[in-house]
């Protein structure tokens, strides 16, 4: 239990800061999500996977690199390949260095699809972050970034803990 008289309350303006970036936390991916499955019928996640898989090597990836460079746990990265792959966007096939492991590859349409959902995308982010900030906020919200990801990713193990 933890004691009261102990605890490290927020300020005023620790407060007002936290209250602002978590109404971010929760209006940017609904934001997200919206222009692309308007647009191209993903979510921002289905998006990031053919994203991290276009700038792959071949186009492929193993399941665990995947899973670390969109900062997502292996299950929940399983139901989106799933439904990706029902759509034809990607394949899995056997890992030729390791048979226990499982590859993704984007297929052709799968790689025509994050090629047409890219300019849209790039827009919300400038439209929805970036263009609303001066460069120096931009370095700063990096900064910012890699900070919090040294808490919550202490280990190092999804890809942008180590940019």
Same mark, same amino acid.
């Given at each position: 239990?933890?004691?009261?008289?102990? #605890?490290?309350? @927020?300020?005023?303006?620790?407060?007002?800061?936290?209250? !602002?970036?978590?109404? &971010?936390?929760?209006? +940017?991916? %609904?934001?997200?999500?919206?222009?692309?499955?308007?647009?191209?019928?993903?979510?921002?996640?289905?998006?990031?996977?053919?994203?991290?898989?276009?700038?792959?090597?071949?186009?492929?990836?193993? #399941?665990?690199? @995947?899973?670390?460079?969109?900062?997502?746990?292996?299950? !929940?990265?399983?139901? &989106?390949?799933?439904? +990706?792959? %029902?759509?034809g966007l990607v394949e899995r096939t056997p890992c030729p260095e390791d048979r226990r492991a499982t590859n993704v590859g984007l297929t052709e349409a799968g790689?025509?699809?994050?090629?047409?959902?890219?300019?849209?995308?790039?827009?919300?982010?400038?439209?929805?972050?970036?263009?609303a900030l001066t460069p120096e906020q931009v370095e700063q919200l990096g900064a910012i970034s890699t900070a919090l990801l040294g808490r919550l990713d202490p280990?190092?193990?999804?890809?942008?803990?180590?940019?």
């Open positions: 239990m933890i004691d009261m008289t102990e #605890t490290r309350w @927020l300020s005023d303006d620790e407060r007002r800061a936290w209250v !602002r970036f978590t109404a &971010v936390l929760e209006l +940017l991916p %609904a934001a997200l999500d919206l222009q692309l499955t308007t647009d191209q019928g993903l979510t921002h996640f289905d998006y990031f996977t053919l994203a991290m898989l276009s700038e792959s090597p071949g186009r492929v990836l193993r #399941t665990s690199t @995947l899973a670390a460079r969109t900062n997502a746990s292996l299950p !929940r990265l399983s139901k &989106v390949v799933t439904r +990706l792959e %029902a759509a790689w025509r699809k994050v090629v047409a959902a890219a300019p849209g995308h790039v827009d919300a982010v400038r439209r929805f972050v970036v263009d280990d190092g193990r999804m890809l942008a803990s180590g940019r």
